[in-house]
Every structure is written in structure tokens, then in C-alpha cells.
């Protein structure tokens, strides 16, 4: 018996063992491959960021060699970050990068949500239609209607331009209504409210509600320009921008998310007397943070790459994103491939050591967004 029970003990430990060994094997095999391919995919950053303090010179020399992913301390130098600034308006690209995006972004989280929730929660005839319409654009690259889309906006008429401009302002006063509202009830709950004059109350929450506005503002200012001097939409920031700001896609995955919120919330809020708009305002959109800072997230890496579309519309540096300026190291000579990937790790470096910091709270709202309420 005790043999047995013996027998029994060396096949449980031997069993034991043999499930380490597996587990520690599949554990060093994925955390290898893993750190394998995350060594493959950083090969480009890597040489990127390295050319960009070599000589233009030793740029092309060394790419035959493992040295082109490693920096030469000897000849070290920063002649092509100086020569980006100095052949191209960067600081002007930049501004039009960050002003092109952040506007189609916020204005977008604005409207792909509205129309998201109209879809999700309210319940009128064509509501299937429309919406099965919106989910196969989705599938639709913008490489197959550019050149269509190109062509339209380069007609518009002043009838068009009005309307659109029309369109915008009244998004504007909408917006600047939600905002004061907004604003009024956060100070409302704070102490030293009651020891304000009234006018400095106002004209602190009107301060407020302009500056979070400015996207929109600044848009319409562009589109009311357009519209008086009645010349084509080609070469301007609003071509730009306007074409994106109802997107597919953002609506989708708003949708998605909205139709998961219980009803509940929606009946409650009208037995209490609340429209339509503000359930949207003051319950969907508390909510629904993560699918918000998903869809920014999102959207914010597409635009701020976006450059088939900025080529085709930008006739003047004054109106180009960084990514079209790029063009210019490549078609005017000499090519300094030096000051190409100097240029590249101008436009990729920031935003990858924002995409780092934030990492976990981008995971996070990625995966949080699929939860259901």
C-alpha cells in the first residue's frame, strides 16, 4: 500500500512539473514573440528617429548595415531639424494640423453623437432605412470619392454657401445654449457663487462658454468669410473640415453604445418634464465617456494622418496639414533624406509620446465601450 501511495505521489509530482515546464514554455514563447514582433514593428521609428541626427550622407550609407539602426555619437548632429524649419513654414503646417483636427474632432463628437442618439433612442418612420444606410458608407473608402466629392464642393454655389453657414451658426447658438447651461449648474454648486455680482457671474460663464465654443466659432468665421467673398471652397480650412464632421463610422460605434443604455433612464426623465435634448445632454452623454473618448482617440489618429484628401484641396502652403508638407522634401531638390526623417520624427514623436502616456486610459475606453448599460 504504501509503495502505491508512493507511485502515486512521484506521478502527481512528476505531473506537476511537466505542467510548469508547459506553462513556463508557452509563457517564454509568447512574451519572446511578442517582444519580437514589437521589435519588427519599431524597426521604421527606430531608423526613423536615428536618421534624423545623421548626416544626409551616412543616411543612405548605412542602410545596408545594422548600423542604420544605430546612432553614430561621432557625427551626431541637428543640421537636419534646423533644415526643416528652415525650408518649409513647420510652425504654420503644425497650427493647421492641430486646428484641422481638433475642430473636425470636437465638432464631430457633436454632431455623430446627436445623430447617434436620434437613431438609438427616439423611434420614427425610416429610422431602419437610414440607418442601414449609414453602416454600409462605412465600408466606403474615401479613395473612391474623392475625386466626386472634390468636384462638388468646388461648385458649391452662394445659395449652398448660405445655407451651409446658416447651418453652422445655428449649431453654434445650440451649442453656446447647452454649454451656459452647463456652466451655470457646475458653479451653481460651488460656495463662492452667492459672493459674485451678478454681471461678473454672467460674464464669467459667457467667457467660458466662447472659449469651449472656439472650434465651432472659428469655423464659422471661415465659412462667413467664404460666403461674402463668394469664391470656391478649394484652398481653405473649411473644405477641410466640413466634409468629415458626420462620419460613419463615430455614428456606428455611438449607436452601438446608446442602444445598450436602459429606457428606463429616457422614461424617467420625461415623466419628470425633461425634452428630448436635454435626456441627451444631461443623461446619455454623462454616460457615455468611454465611447466618447473612444470615438476622440479614434478620430484624432485619422485626421491628424489624413493627407490624400488635404493634397487634393490645399492649393497654397498657407492651408497645408504637415502631412502634405512632407511632399516638399520629396519633389523639391535636392532630396535630403536626412531632413525627410527629421521631418517624420517631427510629426510622429509627439504624438506617440502622447499615445504612451495615455495608453491605459485608452485601452481602457476602448474596451469600456462595448459594455452595455
Known amino acids: 500500500m504504501?509503495?502505491?501511495?508512493?507511485?502515486?505521489?512521484?506521478?502527481?509530482?512528476?505531473?506537476?512539473?511537466?505542467?510548469?515546464?508547459?506553462?513556463?514554455?508557452?509563457?517564454?514563447?509568447?512574451?519572446?514573440?511578442?517582444?519580437?514582433?514589437?521589435?519588427?514593428?519599431?524597426?521604421?521609428?527606430?531608423?526613423?528617429?536615428?536618421?534624423?541626427?545623421?548626416?544626409?550622407e551616412r543616411v543612405i550609407a548605412d542602410l545596408a548595415s545594422f548600423q542604420a539602426f544605430l546612432p553614430d555619437l561621432d557625427s551626431l548632429t541637428f543640421a537636419n531639424i534646423q533644415d526643416v524649419f528652415d525650408r518649409v513654414p513647420f510652425e504654420t503646417y503644425t497650427f493647421n494640423s492641430l486646428f484641422l483636427t481638433l475642430t473636425t474632432v470636437i465638432t464631430g463628437l457633436f454632431v455623430n453623437s446627436l445623430a447617434a442618439f436620434v437613431l438609438a433612442r427616439l423611434r420614427w418612420p425610416g429610422r431602419t432605412l437610414v440607418l442601414g444606410i449609414i453602416v454600409s458608407l462605412i465600408i466606403i473608402p474615401l479613395e473612391a470619392i474623392a475625386v466626386p466629392l472634390m468636384l462638388q464642393v468646388n461648385e458649391m454655389g452662394v445659395v449652398l454657401d448660405v445655407i451651409v453657414t446658416l447651418l453652422m451658426i445655428g449649431m453654434t447658438v445650440l451649442l453656446w445654449t447647452i454649454l451656459w447651461e452647463s456652466i451655470d449648474h457646475i458653479m451653481n454648486g460651488q460656495s463662492w457663487h452667492d459672493n459674485l455680482p451678478r454681471p461678473a457671474y454672467w460674464l464669467i460663464i459667457g467667457g467660458l462658454t466662447v472659449l469651449l465654443a472656439l472650434p465651432f466659432e472659428v469655423l464659422v468665421y471661415f465659412m462667413i468669410q467664404q460666403t461674402a467673398d463668394g469664391?470656391?471652397?478649394?484652398?481653405?480650412?473649411?473644405?477641410?473640415?466640413?466634409?468629415?464632421?458626420?462620419?460613419?463610422?463615430?455614428?456606428?460605434?455611438?449607436?452601438?453604445?446608446?442602444?445598450?443604455?436602459?429606457?428606463?433612464?429616457?422614461?424617467?426623465?420625461?415623466?419628470?418634464?425633461?425634452?428630448?435634448?436635454?435626456?441627451?445632454?444631461?443623461?446619455?452623454?454623462?454616460?457615455?465617456?468611454?465611447?466618447?473618448?473612444?470615438?476622440?482617440?479614434?478620430?484624432?489618429?485619422?485626421?491628424?494622418?489624413?493627407?490624400?484628401?488635404?493634397?487634393?484641396?490645399?492649393?497654397?502652403?498657407?492651408?497645408?496639414?504637415?502631412?502634405?508638407?512632407?511632399?516638399?522634401?520629396?519633389?523639391?531638390?535636392?532630396?535630403?533624406?536626412?531632413?525627410?526623417?527629421?521631418?517624420?520624427?517631427l510629426v510622429t514623436v509627439p504624438v506617440l509620446i502622447v499615445f504612451l502616456l495615455f495608453q491605459k486610459w485608452f485601452v481602457q475606453s476602448v474596451s469600456s465601450s462595448g459594455v452595455k448599460g
Open 2 to 56: 504504501s509503495t502505491t501511495m508512493l507511485q502515486q505521489t512521484e506521478d502527481e509530482e512528476r505531473l506537476a512539473l511537466l505542467a510548469r515546464a508547459r506553462k513556463i514554455f508557452r509563457r517564454t514563447f509568447t512574451y519572446g514573440l511578442m517582444s519580437f514582433l514589437a521589435f519588427v514593428f519599431l524597426f521604421p521609428i527606430i531608423f526613423m528617429v536615428v536618421a534624423a541626427f545623421k548626416p544626409n
Open 231 to 345: 469664391g470656391s471652397w478649394l484652398n481653405s480650412y473649411h473644405v477641410q473640415i466640413l466634409p468629415f464632421i458626420a462620419e460613419p463610422f463615430s455614428i456606428f460605434l455611438f449607436y452601438q453604445f446608446f442602444i445598450g443604455i436602459p429606457k428606463d433612464f429616457d422614461e424617467a426623465a420625461i415623466v419628470d418634464g425633461a425634452s428630448r435634448f436635454r435626456i441627451y445632454w444631461n443623461i446619455i452623454v454623462p454616460i457615455s465617456r468611454p465611447v466618447f473618448a473612444t470615438v476622440a482617440i479614434l478620430k484624432f489618429l485619422q485626421f491628424w494622418s489624413f493627407y490624400l484628401w488635404p493634397l487634393m484641396v490645399a492649393r497654397e502652403p498657407d492651408f497645408y496639414p504637415l502631412m502634405v508638407g512632407m511632399d516638399f522634401f520629396q519633389t523639391q531638390a535636392p532630396v535630403r533624406w536626412g531632413s525627410i526623417m527629421a521631418y517624420a520624427a
